[in-house]
């Protein structure tokens, strides 16, 4: 089983609109989460950590469920620049590791 | 304050051939990690480097290698390259090797012909 799920998409998601997408980890330890963001044919930046209170951002919601083991990120307001792949990223736990186990990512189009 | 380099930017391989890959970290960041990212794919973990060692390893074969200097600089070797080893190749860095905030470098795009 890999250690995180995600549906790649695409998400078309028309200017304006409100899109979430989920993913799965496996481990039930694992203890950090992220969301990255990657723009076509450039690195992965940190979009933001997840908590397991939740955590907003502006227009961005992330939310953990321990129980279901699935982090969800919630765009509202879509732009166009919000167009990207948003990786699910979860940090497996061992003591002094800090190896990111990505996700394939969500890929995100906001149409006009 | 420079962010993480690689360097180079682009390369293309024939099967067989062996490749170099470099990172600069991050200043003041002592720690190093290499993913691999197929196309259409996350990355994958290869290895960490602190104190120029190797700390970690993900599921990669041997023919993947690496180095740290004493200037926390890192080389990632592949060896008898295959058509399956192009990829972008990235480089992170962080603070030390417990903290999970991570610093991408912009990667190499390898492609093996």
């Known amino acids: 089983r890999k250690e995180v799920e995600q549906d790649p998409g695409p998400f078309n998601v028309p200017e304006g609109a409100t899109v979430a997408f989920n993913c799965t980890y496996s481990?039930?330890?694992?203890?950090?989460f992220f969301w990255y963001r990657q723009d076509c044919r450039k690195e992965p930046k940190l979009l933001m950590s997840?908590?397991?209170s939740g955590n907003e951002d502006g227009r961005f919601t992330a939310q953990l469920n321990r129980a279901s083991q699935y982090i969800s990120l919630l765009i509202r307001d879509s732009k166009l620049s919000d167009s990207a792949t948003y990786l699910c990223v979860v940090n497996p736990p061992l003591r002094g590791n800090n190896r990111l186990a990505f996700g394939k990512g969500n890929q995100v189009v906001v149409i006009p | 304050d420079a962010g993480v380099t690689q360097s180079p930017t682009h390369l293309i391989k024939t099967r067989g051939q062996q490749v170099t890959l470099r990172c600069s970290p991050k200043?003041?960041?002592?720690?190093v990690s290499w993913y691999q990212q197929a196309l259409g794919q996350g990355p994958q973990f290869i290895f960490q480097?602190?104190?120029?060692?190797?700390?970690q390893r993900g599921n990669f074969p041997d023919r993947f290698s690496g180095h740290q200097f004493p200037n926390y600089s890192s080389e990632l070797n592949v060896n008898a390259l295959l058509l399956g080893d192009s990829a972008l190749y990235l480089c992170a860095s962080s603070g030390t090797p417990d903290y999970y905030e991570q610093y991408f470098g912009p990667g190499t795009r390898l492609t093996v012909t």
């Open positions: 997840v908590y397991s």
């Open positions: 480097y602190y104190e120029e060692e190797e700390r």
């Open positions: 481990n039930s330890a694992s203890q950090s």
């Open positions: 200043s003041g960041h002592d720690t």
